[in-house]
């Protein structure tokens, strides 16, 4: 189990990046897995539907690839990095609580091919993001 830094209510977890939109990325090889914090789940309340975005798509650094959708608001993600979509998160479809349930874990939203790595430079360390969130 991953280290976590426990900012108020909410955790982080080490070892992953974040942005500024509180979208965390964790680096598989060539490929970047994406999902919200637990800071953003929180901010939504209960997640009642996901729209993701297709396997194949083209997304560049700060596109808007998924929505969240939550009884209190509608809620955009941003792609932290430029590439392609080489998977998704169906089970979001039918079981979007996930993302409140396991934000780091089995809510996750999408796995991109980066185009880019050097991208990554620009995230938050887990420490940087509980600065961010404690404000």
Wanted: no cysteine; hydrophobic share 35%; proline share 4%.
């Amino acid at each position: 189990m991953a280290e976590k830094i426990k900012v108020k209510e909410y955790e982080v977890v080490k070892g992953l990046l974040y942005s500024k939109d509180h979208v965390w990325a964790k680096k598989e090889d060539s490929k970047i897995r994406i999902g919200v914090t637990d800071y953003a789940q929180k901010q939504l309340k209960e997640v009642i539907s996901v729209e993701l975005p297709e396997e194949g798509e083209e997304v560049e650094k700060g596109d808007s690839i998924a929505t969240l959708e939550s009884i209190k608001t509608v809620a955009d993600v941003f792609t932290p990095v430029t590439g392609k979509v080489v998977e998704v998160n169906t089970k979001l479809e039918e079981e979007p609580t996930l993302i409140n349930e396991d934000p780091y874990g089995e809510g996750w939203i999408a796995v991109i091919e980066a185009s880019d790595p050097s991208e990554l430079e620009e995230l938050m360390t887990a420490e940087e993001y509980s600065k961010e969130i404690s404000k």
